[in-house]
């Protein structure tokens, strides 16, 4: 009687059960047999598009491992598994894996736009993130420059993919553009006319679009002369140089002078004449009181009563600590305008410490840069601000040299480290 219900239980269970088990085997079979065709039509159809040989290999992969997860949750359901739970533990894995390789996810989904919509290629000249180099290799998470002075970048491909660039390749042919100076009185004409022989004898420069000269500005201290013309695109600094050096020969020997900026300082009847990129003239007015000109905006100094002043203006020296801001701000708030980053307020504050001894003297100072606005990328304002302390701010390469400087970032009113 036992053997005979064992039986009878074993032949119900294979009545009920077996149809679905091998309804399952067929459905894994077929679907296993069309996952690998579908692999290899998609490994075929990037094999033609001459995709990045790293990603194609990456995508089949992926893409069969999914369809296989999906094919074997659906033959479990089919002989009468419940995967209901097994699904919630995968996308909680899912999700938690996501959340840990967040940037890197970002930085392969931006890999991803640029090797299929191919907005550059390898070989190409790309000004991208404050950089300008070619393009060495393009990676799933980054992509490789090399600039001209044959350093290595990597940029990430999440930003890079997402942010501003400029390719100069696409483009057959571009245009030079120069800014020459002559001094007031000099002939115009014949200045004209020794630039319009230097283009014609060249054939590097095209006649079609022709170029154009004219005076663009009439300077203080000079008149300065705009040249543009179209070259092919690897002739473009070989043009640029020959004719730089070309002009600065011939002019000198013309006669046509480069007038040269010079700073002529009288202080107290004293006279003092040096020759720098700008032009200011200190004037003596009364007391401690000085006034001067500054791209046409008049200033004035002064010194305290107790020290024989007036206070007709701010103290000189407080000026040291203006210049820096004033530096190194615009150059943030440019870079920052290049990058595309939108703020809603933006104020650069000095700290100082002076000497107590004679001659007191700023022996430290601190930059702090306060930003306020929604979303800011921090990587991206940390960039902006090094590329200003490191290449750009001329007067804090300066100060470094005589005194200590530091720097800190404010986000919203919280201090980024």
């Not at 032949?11 to 399952?24: C, N, Q």
């Not at 600065?248 to 202080?267: D, H, R, V």
């Not at 003297?361 to 902006?384: F, N, Q, T």
């Not at 005589?402 to 404010?410: F, G, N, P, R, Y």
């Amino acid at each position: 009687m036992a053997g005979s219900s064992i039986l009878e239980r074993f032949m119900d269970l294979l009545l009920s059960y077996g149809p679905k088990v091998i309804g399952a085997i067929i459905v894994l079979l077929v679907g296993l047999w069309a996952i690998k065709l579908a692999t290899k039509a998609i490994k075929r159809k990037m094999e033609k598009r001459d995709s990045n040989k790293e990603l194609r290999g990456f995508l089949v992969s992926m893409s069969s491992i999914a369809l296989k997860v999906l094919l074997f949750i659906s033959v479990f359901g089919m002989v009468g598994i419940q995967v209901t739970s097994f699904i919630a533990i995968l996308g909680a894995a899912g999700l938690a894996v996501g959340m840990a390789l967040q940037g890197s996810l970002q930085n392969f989904a931006g890999g991803v736009i640029i090797i299929l919509l191919k907005p550059f290629k390898v070989g190409d000249v790309l000004e991208a993130e404050g950089y300008t180099g070619v393009v060495k290799d393009i990676q799933i998470f980054s992509t490789i420059l090399t600039t001209f002075d044959n350093k290595t970048i990597i940029i990430p491909n999440g930003g890079l993919a997402t942010s501003a660039m400029v390719n100069y390749n696409p483009e057959p042919n571009r245009r030079v553009d120069w800014n020459f100076r002559i001094s007031y009185g000099a002939n115009y004409d014949k200045a004209k006319e020794i630039l319009n022989n230097m283009i014609a004898e060249d054939d590097r420069i095209l006649k079609d679009p022709e170029h154009f000269i004219a005076i663009s500005g009439l300077k203080e201290g000079f008149v300065e002369i705009v040249v543009r013309t179209w070259v092919k695109a690897e002739d473009y600094w070989g043009v640029y140089f020959s004719l730089n050096e070309k002009v600065y020969k011939t002019f000198a020997n013309e006669g046509l002078s480069n007038p040269i900026p010079q700073m002529n300082i009288n202080l107290n009847k004293y006279n003092i004449n040096r020759m720098t990129q700008e032009e200011l003239l200190l004037n003596w007015e009364d007391g401690m009181a000085f006034s001067t000109n500054m791209d046409g905006f008049n200033i004035s100094i002064d010194s305290v009563p107790e020290f024989g002043g007036q206070n007709k203006g701010p103290r000189p020296k407080p000026f040291m600590m203006l210049a820096l801001a004033g530096c190194t701000g615009i150059d943030v708030i440019s870079i920052l305008k290049k990058m595309r980053i939108k703020i809603d307020s933006f104020q650069v504050k000095i700290e100082s410490q002076i000497t107590d001894e004679h001659p007191k003297h700023y022996s430290e100072m601190k930059v702090i840069y306060i930003l306020k606005g929604d979303d800011l990328p921090i990587d991206k304002i940390k960039r902006a601000v090094n590329l200003s302390e490191e290449q750009y701010c001329g007067v804090s390469a300066v100060y470094k040299k005589a005194m200590k400087l530091k720097s800190e970032i404010q986000i919203n009113g919280e201090i980024i480290e």
